[in-house]
């Protein structure tokens, strides 16, 4: 037995897996595909991007925001996530030029333009905008979503 | 065979009806006319009429020169306006068929250029009352022709009695070659005729036109070779697919006599012995062939039968022992199914979990992909988080967005759609896997409910005879006989069933041989030893040809005919291999233009030596190009003027002056059609 004696043991970190959200160029490119796609003027919210961010997540999400759409805004909607990582992004779409801060509001800079304009060249991300282009710029609205986060605000939030 | 016989112009101009005509004997015509006199538009007429113009270089009346269109300068400096212009070709064929063809150029009314009428019979001279019949036809396409119209291509090639082989095009349709195609390889052009062989052959999507109209010429095998070999393939897959069916149907006969077949092939093959071949079905463990399995139960309903029926009360204490061992074999059973059809749940629950991980890394590759593309896209944009680098602060941000305090490496986003791609290929294994357990398990509970219920029917039976009358006969034996019966039937049927199979397999078996050796029959190179013996002819009177009209260029023993397209090229050693040159590139100009001599007559001689499909016609508009010595000019004349039962129209201006024309034609039999002044001149 003496023979398989275990003198030491090494650990050594390997590169992990991360999810595609965590990359910083799916993330940019989310974020000019909703200014472009979803928002009049090229210009949102902070609250609608994560809205529409978390809605690409996946099919479940897609759904819900779907089923609040169909419903005429009638259904309560679970609260959706808001993430660090797509204000981290937002943090370099400003810093890389691609959009700017105005009065609160993200809006798509030419530079974002012509980016949103080789990722249609790149024909990829098809599910997101098949997703995009169902929304497209009038059904969901900055002001739709202030009245939703405030109802909700009402009723969940004490004080 | 196609004979030109007449040719007539009718131009109505503002001042009066201009034209001419002019007829042509077999053998050799030399039309002779000085340059500007309308040499070349006699030429295009006749290629008009036939609507072979494309190979002049365009469609309908555009190809025609301004005299038919226009106006007229007859004579010098004098101009009349052209109102309307009609052009009549009397053409035969073979069976001595002859027919005339009217078509306009120019039309007052609202005639289209691509119509055409079709005299059956003579029309130019024609001094009889009646006119012959016609039939309006319609040329390239129905433009302005109405639909009952008949195509006149289709027509001509009746009237050649050809039957113009289907091509396979550029985009992988079969259509017709067309007549038009065909027509390059007898009729030279002037202008750019002799830039090459068949350099005016039109294209239409066709790859390798050239050798598709040579191989129609000289009738060559290696078409209906090349084609049959199509067939051959198509017809296999066929066979291959009727035997794939033919499987299932053994394997489901076998599945529902409850046995297994043994011997069957998985792909078709010539078989000789079906003894091998057999559904083998169990018996107290011990496998039988159907013919001996059925051999047993009647030997088994043979021995039942010699018994007497037992009445009930005789019967009782094996009936209860029976009833005893029955039920033990149920409760056993009952939990088998029990154990079975709950791993049989888990199972199929877990393939509902790997197939919606499977659509989820789906998904997942599919955003890292486009993520990766946008990467690469945006590095070329300029941006700097497209190199990983914080635009802010250029520090390394390792390609995530997760918070710094997290001290992971992720994944370069290459490795990490390897890393999908991986696990996408082990969640199919899995799948895969687990579809087979799932189906083996589900035949298996199959296998046990019907036991089940059989026992139990059985259990029934037991019991209601152990209730019943004492002095009654026993029912079970009884039904154990009609049991036994009703099998045998079955199997009878289901013997016939297989054998009506094996009959269908034979049949499979022997077109699959039929097929093999219709295959072997096939030359390898698709090259039947006819066209092997056309070709050589072809080169080799190629080869005197050229010798005859004194090409220097290359030595005669590189000269030869490919095997790819036909055409003559050079063939020289390279290294240990040969390699092939154009003869167009390795030759001087003049010498060119002998090649074209002695390519389009050796066809033509090849062609009427094999009994081919060439039309027996050569037009060549000003063949004594590139300064061709007359001294040679004269030796082409004389050797094609032997062509007598073939008709040749050479068109020449003989450099506009008598003594080239008389040096030329020297001792040469010819007929001589002379445009003398100018083609299209006043009528009175």
């Not at chain 1, 949102?44 to 897609?62: F, G, Q, R, T």
């Not at chain 2, 072997?520 to 066209?531: A, C, G, I, V």
């Not at chain 2, 040969?578 to 233009?593: A, L, P, Q, V």
Request: hydrophobic share 35%.
């Amino acid at each position: 037995m003496r023979d398989f004696e275990i003198k030491d043991v090494k650990f050594s970190k390997k590169p992990i897996s991360i999810p595609v959200d965590y990359r910083p160029m799916y993330k940019i490119a989310q974020i000019v595909m909703i200014l472009s796609i979803t928002c009049i003027g090229n210009k949102s919210s902070l609250l609608k991007l994560h809205l529409l961010s978390w809605a690409l997540k996946d099919d479940k999400n897609k759904d819900e925001v779907l089923e609040l759409i169909k419903k005429n805004y009638d259904t309560d909607i679970a609260v959706w996530g808001i993430e660090p990582a797509l204000n981290r992004a937002l943090l370099f779409c400003i810093s890389e030029n691609i959009c700017t801060l105005e009065n609160g509001k993200y809006l798509l800079t030419k530079k974002g333009e012509d980016f949103f304009k080789i990722i249609l060249k790149a024909e990829v991300f098809k599910e997101e905008f098949e997703f995009l282009n169902f929304i497209g710029k009038k059904k969901i609205t900055d002001n739709r979503i202030e009245s939703i986060s405030k109802k909700w605000s009402l009723f969940n939030v004490k004080n | 065979m196609l004979k030109i016989n007449k040719i007539k112009f009718d131009v109505n101009t503002d001042s009066g009806l201009f034209g001419s005509n002019y007829e042509f004997s077999s053998g050799l015509n030399i039309i002779r006319a000085d340059n500007t006199s309308g040499k070349s538009s006699l030429f295009q007429a006749i290629s008009y009429c036939l609507g072979f113009e494309e190979i002049i270089g365009g469609r309908n009346e555009k190809t025609m020169q301004s005299v038919f269109r226009d106006q007229v300068e007859y004579p010098k400096d004098s101009f009349h306006k052209v109102i309307q212009s009609f052009v009549y070709l009397e053409i035969e064929n073979s069976k001595n068929d002859i027919v005339t063809i009217k078509r306009s150029v120019l039309s007052n009314s609202d005639r289209k250029p691509q119509l055409v009428d079709v005299y059956f019979g003579k029309l130019i001279n024609n001094t009889d009352d009646v006119l012959p019949e016609y039939k309006p036809m319609y040329i390239h396409d129905k433009g302005g022709a109405t639909d009952e119209m008949y195509g006149f291509h289709l027509f001509l090639e009746n009237f050649l009695d050809w039957n113009l082989p289907n091509v396979l095009t550029n985009s992988g349709d079969s259509r017709k070659l067309y007549i038009q195609q065909i027509a390059s390889s007898f009729m030279i052009e002037q202008k750019s005729g002799w830039s090459d062989f068949f350099a005016t052959m039109p294209h239409f999507g066709l790859a390798n036109k050239e050798a598709r109209a040579i191989e129609f010429i000289l009738k060559l095998d290696v078409t209906e070779n090349k084609k049959r070999k199509q067939q051959i393939v198509f017809n296999k897959k066929i066979i291959e697919d009727k035997w794939a069916t033919l499987n299932n149907q053994f394997i489901r006969l076998a599945e529902k006599g409850g046995g297994k077949i043994v011997g069957i092939e998985q792909k078709p093959t010539i078989i000789n012995d079906y003894r091998g071949l057999n559904i083998f079905l169990t018996k107290d463990e011990e496998e039988y062939s159907i013919s001996n399995y059925i051999d047993l139960q009647i030997e088994e309903l043979r021995l039942t039968e010699k018994k007497t029926i037992f009445s009930v009360g005789q019967n009782i204490s094996t009936d209860e022992a029976q009833l005893e061992k029955l039920n033990n074999f149920i409760n056993q059973l009952s939990l088998n199914y029990e154990l079975l059809s709950n791993e049989l749940n888990f199972d199929k629950d877990r393939l509902r979990s790997y197939k919606s991980q499977l659509s989820l890394l789906k998904i997942d590759l599919g955003k890292n992909k486009g993520a990766l593309k946008v990467k690469n896209l945006g590095a070329e944009f300029d941006l700097k988080t497209s190199n990983e680098v914080c635009p802010t602060c250029n520090q390394d941000i390792k390609d995530s967005l997760l918070p710094l305090e997290v001290e992971q490496i992720p994944m370069r986003l290459e490795d990490n759609i390897d890393f999908i791609d991986a696990q996408i290929k082990m969640i199919v294994v899995y799948i895969e896997g687990q579809e087979k357990t799932i189906n083996e398990k589900e035949k298996k509970i199959d296998l046990y409910r019907a036991k089940l219920s059989e026992s139990r029917s059985n259990v029934r039976q037991l019991k209601k005879e152990l209730i019943s009358d004492e002095r009654l006969p026993s029912i079970i034996e009884i039904e154990n006989r009609l049991n036994l019966k009703k099998r045998i039937e079955f199997y009878k049927k289901f013997l016939e069933d297989f054998n009506q199979l094996i009959e269908d397999l034979k049949d499979l078996s022997e077109q699959w041989k039929k097929i093999v050796i219709s295959e072997t029959k096939l030359p390898k190179n698709f090259f039947s030893k006819s066209d092997d013996d056309k070709l050589k002819f072809l080169e080799n009177q190629f080869k005197i040809l050229l010798k005859e009209f004194n090409y220097t260029s290359q030595q005669n023993e590189f000269i030869h005919i490919s095997r790819e397209n036909y055409l003559p090229v050079i063939s020289k050693p390279f290294g240990e291999e040969t390699k092939d040159y154009s003869i167009r590139f390795d030759s001087s100009g003049s010498d060119f233009i002998r090649c074209i001599w002695a390519y389009t007559f050796s066809l033509l001689d090849t062609s009427i030596k094999f009994d081919g499909n060439h039309p027996k016609l050569i037009m060549m508009d000003e063949p004594k190009q590139q300064d061709a010595a007359i001294e040679n000019f004269h030796t082409f004349l004389k050797r094609i003027s032997f062509h007598v039962k073939s008709q040749i129209l050479i068109f020449a201006s003989f450099e506009n002056s008598d003594e080239a024309f008389k040096t030329a034609t020297k001792d040469v039999e010819f007929n001589l059609v002379y445009i003398e002044d100018k083609l299209i001149k006043p009528i009175e």
